[in-house]
T-cell receptor, first 113, second 113 residues
Framework: DQQVKQNSPSLSVQEGRISILNCDYTNSMFDYFLWYKKYPAEGPTFLISISSIKDKNEDGRFTVFLNKSAKHLSLHIVPSQPGDSAVYFC????????????FGRGTSLIVHP | DAGITQSPRHKVTETGTPVTLRCHQTENHRYMYWYRQDPGHGLRLIHY???????DKGEVSDGYSVSRSKTEDFLLTLESATSSQTSVYFC????????????FGPGTRLTVL
């Protein structure tokens, strides 16, 4: 059973608009969350993270929001750029466990010029 | 960029043959991981290592074995390759479990005919 779910396999957005990528988790032990970005034929790269003691973390155009009660997090990209077109993976870790991250299946974002 | 290389980058092999993929790091990170990426499945953990000669299974470990005789090298072996093991394989490293991001290698595309 998936503990980290990215229910939208793909998302298409116009350049300059906001992209919102969603991620849901089921394990209440998860307390640290990360987003990775992956271009074709390359390995994933770290984008942004958030600890469960926060509800928002911002880095330039990227903001991650965490709603612990809903077990939901989202990644906002504003404004979206064509270079943001990639697959985005959500990952979650638990301090009290093995710390090994659990990944979602990814969302493919396409930003149209 | 973290110093992680994978070899080979591409391999085509036949069912039943043994295959070994190599991951090499120059970062002296303690943790190393092997993932496979398949359409619709995201990143799935095969095996990981938390030190020299210390390894453990991930969620899709059947048919795979690993070895780590040096800090910098983590080998993934398919004892008898099957077509279901056709995939893109990523190695990752991290310095600490928990609050540490992973750095991924460029990937190895393996095709089993």
């Amino acid at each position: 059973d998936q503990q980290v779910k990215q229910n939208s396999p793909s998302l298409s957005v116009q350049e300059g608009r906001i992209s919102i990528l969603n991620c849901d988790y089921t394990n209440s032990m998860f307390d640290y969350f990360l987003w990775y970005k992956k271009y074709p034929a390359e390995g994933p790269t770290f984008l942004i993270s958030i600890s469960s003691i926060k509800d928002k973390n911002e880095d330039g155009r990227f903001t991650v929001f965490l709603n612990k009660s809903a077990k939901h997090l989202s990644l906002h990209i504003v404004p979206s750029q064509p270079g943001d077109s990639a697959v985005y993976f959500c990952a979650a870790q638990a301090s009290g466990g093995s710390y090994i991250p659990t990944f979602g299946r990814g969302t493919s974002l396409i930003v149209h010029p | 960029d973290a110093g992680i290389t994978q070899s080979p980058r591409h391999k085509v092999t036949e069912t039943g043959t043994p295959v070994t993929l190599r991951c090499h790091q120059t970062e002296n990170h303690r943790y190393m991981y092997w993932y496979r990426q398949d359409p619709g499945h995201g990143l799935r953990l095969i095996h990981y290592s938390y030190g020299v000669k210390d390894t453990d299974k991930g969620e899709v470990s059947d048919g795979y074995s690993v070895s780590r005789s040096k800090t910098e090298d983590f080998l993934l072996t398919l004892e008898s390759a099957t077509s279901s093991q056709t995939s893109v394989y990523f190695c990752a490293i991290s310095g600490l479990a928990g609050r540490d991001t992973q750095y991924f290698g460029p990937g190895t595309r393996l095709t089993v005919l």
